[in-house]
């Protein structure tokens, strides 16, 4: 494929690093274990490049679909659109954003109404753990709500895990070469989906006021413990 510009296209947001880790993962622990997924806003702006700058070469070309730079991703994030997009975040207890995902709404058209392109990102610390499908499922939700009667994801063939995911979903799945397309077909809204968005939405939020205060109670020991620290020099100074 050619190089793309910077703005983040609907063919940049479907890639997905760290996917081979995380389905025989979840193969293995079929459970359902919840997963604080919270809505990024304009300020998380600066996390999400932070994100997307960790992420290896390899990973980089799997998720934009070409070896994008640190100016491209930079250029790529500040034409994020919060607004008309929604953009999806797990925050570890540092408060690092260690999985991403970007549910871009298509302009409606004659040959498909009601569209959207899923694309994640896991780094490479956090994977294994189930974070990809979790977003997917999260994105589906949100996409439901949003009269979204299609998701769909372009990848690479060689990422078979993507498009497993996407296959036990229930998506059709049409390869053309190097890449994959996968369309999955979404239920209509309901008041049940609105209500399960709702308490994941707020119960995301909480996860990460108490990971921000636990944050704040660290750095206060830290510093206390650094006076202290400072108290005892000087007065072993002054005895000697």
Same mark, same amino acid.
């Given at each position: 494929?050619?190089?793309?510009?910077?703005?983040?296209?609907?063919?940049? #947001?479907?890639?997905?690093?760290?996917? &081979?880790?995380?389905?025989?993962?979840?193969?293995?622990?079929?459970?359902?274990?919840?997963?604080?997924? /919270?809505?990024?806003?304009?300020?998380?702006?600066?996390?999400?490049?932070?994100?997307? @700058?960790?992420?290896?070469?390899?990973?980089?070309?799997?998720?934009?679909?070409?070896?994008?730079?640190?100016?491209?991703?930079?250029?790529?994030?500040?034409? #994020?659109?919060?607004?008309?997009?929604?953009?999806?975040?797990?925050?570890?207890?540092? $408060?690092?954003?260690?999985?991403?995902?970007? @549910?871009?709404? #298509?302009?409606?058209?004659?040959? @498909?109404?009601?569209?959207?392109?899923?694309?994640?990102?896991?780094?490479?610390?956090? /994977?294994? /753990?189930?974070?990809?499908?979790?977003?997917?499922?999260?994105?589906?939700?949100?996409? /439901?709500?949003?009269?979204?009667?299609?998701?769909?994801?372009?990848?690479?063939?060689?990422?078979?895990?993507? @498009?497993?995911?996407?296959?036990?979903?229930?998506?059709?799945?049409?390869?053309?070469?190097?890449?994959?397309?996968?369309?999955?077909?979404?239920?209509? &809204?309901?008041?049940?989906?609105? $209500?399960?968005?709702?308490?994941?939405?707020?119960?995301? &939020? #909480?996860?990460?006021? $108490?990971?921000?205060?636990?944050?704040?109670?660290?750095?206060?020991?830290?510093?206390?413990? &650094?006076?202290?620290?400072?108290?005892?020099?000087?007065?072993?100074?002054?005895?000697?």
């Amino acid at each position: 494929m050619g190089q793309p510009d910077d703005r983040p296209t609907p063919t940049e #947001l479907i890639q997905f690093p760290g996917a &081979e880790a995380t389905a025989p993962a979840e193969k293995a622990s079929p459970a359902f274990r919840w997963i604080p997924i /919270r809505s990024l806003a304009q300020r998380h702006r600066p996390r999400v490049l932070a994100h997307l @700058l960790s992420l290896a070469p390899e990973d980089r070309y799997l998720r934009f679909g070409y070896a994008a730079n640190d100016a491209q991703i930079g250029r790529y994030v500040d034409n #994020l659109d919060f607004e008309r997009d929604e953009v999806f975040g797990v925050f570890n207890r540092r $408060l690092e954003l260690i999985a991403l995902a970007h @549910l871009a709404y #298509l302009p409606d058209s004659s040959q @498909l109404r009601h569209a959207a392109e899923f694309g994640v990102s896991v780094s490479p610390k956090a /994977r294994g /753990r189930g974070y990809g499908s979790r977003l997917f499922e999260h994105a589906v939700l949100h996409a /439901r709500n949003r009269h979204v009667d299609t998701m769909i994801i372009h990848a690479l063939s060689e990422n078979a895990a993507m @498009l497993r995911i996407a296959r036990q979903a229930g998506a059709s799945v049409v390869r053309e070469g190097s890449e994959s397309e996968a369309r999955l077909r979404l239920p209509h &809204e309901t008041l049940g989906s609105h $209500l399960e968005a709702l308490v994941e939405e707020q119960a995301a &939020e #909480l996860d990460y006021q $108490l990971k921000s205060n636990a944050q704040r109670v660290d750095l206060l020991k830290a510093i206390i413990g &650094e006076i202290k620290d400072g108290i005892r020099k000087v007065r072993q100074a002054a005895i000697e």
